[in-house]
């Protein structure tokens, strides 16, 4: 059966005649964030930059070709997520991690799909053909296939392929915050009374490398400028990561079983690779540029860098109530 899955990423096919999950013929459409997100927070007609930033889209525009079996599964999916939602941190923790992921993955995809289509098209207009390397078919196609266990046979076993960190998060009412790398699989979200973040194709491991900060904020209500550093932990982990996840992707008896198979370090090539400081803080930078923080700020001569996660010294979670900057 694994065989007979859509596969977008074999033949590069992005025609809004195709249901961006099943292959299948259609005509309707489905939007790439929830409805409901996008009207309870208002920012439906607020504009989203391609990554190379001369192509823009409003929120509302962006929409994914899909099958009625398609449509009715994510709308279901929906449902019980602003179900979740309604009731906050424990609301969205309760949720299987799977659904969490299928929920995610949709909006990931979609950011995906249309970059896919923007470099397409900038290419033919150019008279040149639209390529992906063969590492990215394979890790795109990948994840389309477990996407694709919101209406088909596919079930995770074991580890699974995805790190997801659910917590407590303080904003100001009626604000919402994600970021998103959709070629790395990355996505954060943040509201008023929880966040999280997901890398959708990490094995876990990344998640098993900031277990420790993890086990620390337990019980904390995070502010936003530790929610912040903890997806910039996060992404510049991915960054230095050093191995291809791998997976053990089985038919049986109809059913499609993956299986995510452990990371593991040879004795020449630790898992992860040198975490650079200076690379770090330039990335950090740019999340807490809100608040007004630089590099230089993060970096000073003969200091250890600036976290609102750990004290440098004694390593202690640092309390979210000591923190003295809006949210």
Not at 113 to 126: A, I, P, T
Not at 163 to 186: E, G, Q, W
Request: some cysteine.
């Amino acid at each position: 059966m694994a065989q007979t899955l859509f596969n977008p990423f074999e033949d590069l096919i992005f025609d809004e005649h195709f249901c961006f999950l099943s292959g299948a013929l259609t005509n309707e459409h489905i939007s790439v964030f929830p409805e409901w997100l996008m009207k309870h927070f208002k920012f439906d007609d607020e504009r989203i930059e391609m990554m190379d930033k001369t192509k823009s889209y409003t929120y509302t525009d962006l929409r994914l070709p899909c099958s009625p079996e398609v449509k009715t599964a994510f709308k279901e999916l929906d449902i019980k997520v602003q179900d979740a939602y309604k009731n906050g941190f424990e609301g969205m923790a309760s949720l299987d991690q799977e659904l969490l992921f299928q929920w995610t993955g949709r909006m990931v995809y979609g950011l995906l799909y249309y970059e896919m289509l923007y470099e397409r098209d900038r290419l033919l207009k150019q008279g040149e053909e639209f390529e992906l390397s063969a590492h990215l078919k394979e890790r795109f196609g990948r994840f389309h296939l477990m996407l694709q266990s919101v209406i088909a046979p596919v079930s995770f076993v074991g580890k699974k392929p995805w790190s997801i960190a659910v917590f407590p998060l303080k904003y100001s009412a009626d604000i919402f915050s994600y970021r998103d790398d959709a070629i790395n699989l990355m996505f954060s979200f943040g509201v008023n009374g929880f966040g999280f973040i997901a890398c959708l194709q990490d094995n876990g491991i990344i998640g098993d490398k900031q277990k420790d900060i993890l086990d620390k904020m337990k019980g904390h209500v995070l502010h936003p400028i530790q929610f912040e550093e903890l997806y910039a932990r996060f992404h510049y982990s991915d960054y230095i990561l050093q191995y291809k996840p791998e997976y053990k992707i089985e038919s049986e008896d109809d059913k499609v079983i993956v299986e995510a198979l452990p990371i593991e370090s040879t004795a020449n090539k630790p898992i992860f690779g040198f975490w650079d400081e200076d690379i770090f803080a330039q990335l950090l930078s740019n999340y807490w540029q809100v608040y007004g923080i630089e590099r230089e700020d993060i970096l000073k001569f003969q200091k250890p860098p600036l976290s609102f996660l750990e004290n440098p010294y004694t390593k202690d979670f640092i309390n979210p109530e000591s923190i003295d900057l809006p949210f």
